[in-house]
């Protein structure tokens, strides 16, 4: 499987000519790589959450795409109310997807879902596991840290985690959830995208340390899982 990150909390997940798209915030993405008419073709969309830097262009390559928005059930109505195909899930609950399984578990954070004049779609964040021939990765979604992560404790292959502080866990609480997962490898993902969110992906391996491989991606790079 190869994951290509995109900036701030995006990444394309591939395998087998089948591909997932994750918090696709590409527009209005300082750090982003490419527009969202770029990317190739997906097979589903994920969300961690409704907030805009993570719903981003979801909606539009949606119907673009043909391809199935995958959520909280809340987040996945207001997608589909707009226009989307969603598929609505909730914390804890596992699907098999045709590009592989999804599972979403706990994340604390804000609810608020971007574009929503009613807030009748306010709905909890989500962190995803998503397996695909084998391989578990694990977004954390934006999230501070939580005991929740030791439940997935060796079982995740590539931990995704935010390390730019303010809005969700920042270098030294990203090291201590690396500690809870045991992943074999770690991309760290939202920071430097704003100034508020500065934060050294450097510092973030040295004390991470032999914990696990961590990988820095800039924008546009991949990651393979062998
Ligand atoms: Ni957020
Ligand atoms: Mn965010």
Known sequence: MKATFHGHACFVLERDGKRVIIDPFLTGNPAADIGPDKLPHLDGILLSHGHGDHLGDAVALSQKHQATIVATYELAQFCSDQGATSHGMHIGGAHEFPFGRVKLVPAFHGGRVEGDKTGRYTTNPAGIVVTIGGKSVYHTGDTGLTLEMQLLAGRIDLML??????????????????????????????????????????????????????????????????
Request: no cysteine; net charge neutral.
């Open 161 to 226: 985690v935010p390390i730019g502080d303010n809005f969700t866990m920042g270098i030294e609480d990203a090291v201590r959830a690396v500690e809870f997962v045991k992943p074999k490898s770690v991309i760290p993902m939202h920071y430097n995208t704003w100034d508020l969110i500065k934060a050294d992906p450097q510092e973030f391996r040295r004390r991470v340390g032999n914990a696990a491989a961590v990988t820095i991606l800039k924008p546009g790079e991949s990651y393979t899982l062998s």
